[in-house]
């Protein structure tokens, strides 16, 4: 293999907080070895979601460019074949590439097939499917339209093929992109042997935690609905994850290529469970938007290191590319962190830009509107589309942000500067902050829209 084209190994899970990992310190979950990636590497303790919702969050991880510029400003819209990413560059560049896992990038049905071409964006080998959240009846698809079944706990099989592709493909670069489903409810779908280890009595609930009553319309009753049994259930994925990682790192070590491998663990958004009295994502606090990014390249990226530099999802293709020596595309909107990754000096962004552009599903069953924000070092802010203000945080002062100042008399300056940050990240994106149906209008998308619909939502659709 060429010493000189580092192998990427990029693992993700499904809604996974940054702050649930012992690292993190989350003295409740067990992850020893995402604490041995930490050690062994670089951890970002301030990693966001852009857009803290699977398909746009997804869509920006391979492209670095933002939902309204790749038009994939909701759920179950398909990321256009157009817009290049990291597997089509990855692979113009010589490189192996394979997708293992959820893909969810090619619209509805959740179930469809995506044959090889354009549409799989660059990834020759797959062994993906498009979405489904059922742990113990994982499928995929090769390259036929015939479903193939996962015995077990879906991650341990997909595992399985990840570990295959990097036994065949040892001899030449590769770029990997592994997606797991879990912690991503139903956070009771894990095996036996993972929820023994967390009692329900016994979970630590956030200073933040508001409880939902019964009549909350996305609690049905059964386990889930009770918030310490929730996160028993979710941390014990967390758990079983963690045992994956270990898995992968032995087989790199058993092949060979540890030392020219870039290992990248994160997660496409967090979970607010109960949180502000919220669930899922779609939503500004911490919760919902702060996700674990641990990078490792041995004799490259410092090991044992926290960095409390800003990285987005939007920056994580360009950073990488920078690090694999192929460098971002200019039409990239993301930054190139990778000299930050190495360790060196460099200028530190600014903010994050956050947004919700369509609140759809599970958002809008909890009665949220479309909103927009920034996540600077210290504060976060975020007001609604229409302007109306919403919440502005003290994150140092206040990690917890339970006092929403965003009103306060004393921080109407602060409220001034952040709304002027604001407006920059609008202005460069193209984002005119409509509302979520004249976005669907402006970039073509009715028709999508309307099928997505129609398929996720067939008694009450939200037609256009």
């Known amino acids: 293999m060429d010493q000189n084209r580092?192998?990427?190994?990029?693992?993700?899970?499904?809604?996974?907080?940054?702050?649930?990992?012992?690292?993190?310190g989350n003295s409740d979950v067990q992850t020893p070895t995402l604490d041995r990636l930490a050690r062994e590497g670089t951890m970002f303790s301030r990693a966001f979601a852009n857009c803290p919702v699977c398909t746009p969050s997804r869509a920006m991880m391979l492209t670095g460019l933002y939902p309204i510029s790749c038009r994939t400003?909701?759920?179950?819209?398909?990321?256009?074949?157009?817009y290049t990413g990291i597997g089509t560059l990855c692979r113009d560049a010589g490189y192996r590439t394979g997708y293992v896992g959820k893909w969810h990038l090619d619209?509805?049905?959740?179930?469809?097939?995506?044959?090889?071409g354009p549409r799989?964006?660059?990834?020759?080998?797959w062994a993906a499917w498009n979405c489904a959240h059922d742990y113990f009846h994982g499928r995929y698809f090769r390259d036929t339209d015939e479903p193939i079944e996962i015995n077990g706990y879906e991650p341990i099989g997909q595992t399985d093929l990840a570990?295959?592709?990097m036994e065949a493909n040892r001899e030449q670069p590769f770029c990997l992109f592994l997606s797991w489903g879990p912690p991503h409810n139903p956070y009771s779908q894990v095996p036996e042997e993972y929820q023994r280890r967390y009692s329900p009595e016994r979970i630590s609930l956030r200073p933040n935690f508001q409880p939902l009553g019964d009549e909350h319309p996305m609690l049905g009753g059964g386990p889930e609905a009770d918030p310490r049994r929730a996160l028993a259930g979710y941390y014990a994925h967390i758990t079983a994850l963690d045992e994956q990682v270990g898995r992968l790192l032995d087989a790199l070590h058993e092949l060979g290529l540890d030392a020219n491998t870039i290992v990248v663990f994160t997660s496409d958004h967090g979970d607010m469970l109960w949180s502000q009295g919220m669930l899922r994502k779609q939503q500004p606090w911490e919760e919902s938007i702060s996700i674990p990014f641990l990078v490792r390249w041995p004799a490259h990226i410092p090991s044992g290191r926290g960095c409390d530099v800003l990285l987005s999802v939007a920056d994580m293709t360009p950073s990488l590319l920078g690090l694999?020596?192929?460098?971002p595309t200019p039409?990239?909107?993301g930054a190139d962190l990778s000299t930050v990754m190495l360790g060196h000096n460099a200028p530190r962004p600014r903010s994050v830009f956050l947004m919700d552009i369509v609140t759809m599903d599970e958002a809008h069953i909890q009665g949220l509107r479309e909103w927009r924000g920034v996540r600077t070092e210290q504060h976060t802010y975020a007001r609604f589309a229409d302007g109306e203000p919403w919440m502005l945080y003290d994150n140092e002062a206040d990690p917890y942000q339970l006092d929403n100042l965003v009103r306060a008399p004393h921080a109407r300056d602060l409220v001034k500067q952040l709304?002027?940050?604001?407006?920059?990240?609008?202005?460069?994106?193209?984002?005119?902050?409509?509302?979520?149906?004249?976005?669907?209008?402006?970039?073509?998308?009715?028709e999508l829209w309307n099928a997505r619909e129609q398929e996720l939502h067939p008694r009450d659709p939200r037609l256009l």
């Not at 400003?73 to 157009?82: F, H």
């Not at 694999?324 to 460098?327: A, F, N, P, R, S």
């Not at 407006?423 to 009715?446: M, N």
Request: net charge negative; charged share 25%.
């Open 419 to 446: 709304e002027g940050e604001l407006q920059s990240w609008l202005k460069e994106t193209g984002d005119e902050c409509l509302p979520w149906a004249e976005h669907i209008k402006r970039l073509g998308l009715v």
């Open 107 to 116: 619209g509805v049905p959740r179930n469809k097939f995506t044959p090889p």
């Open 324 to 327: 694999m020596g192929l460098g």
């Open 6 to 24: 580092p192998n990427l190994l990029f693992v993700f899970a499904d809604q996974m907080r940054g702050q649930d990992m012992g690292c993190a």
């Open 163 to 165: 570990i295959e592709f």
């Open 331 to 333: 039409s990239m909107e």
């Open 73 to 82: 400003v909701a759920n179950d819209l398909p990321l256009p074949p157009e």
């Open 120 to 125: 799989r964006h660059g990834f020759d080998y």
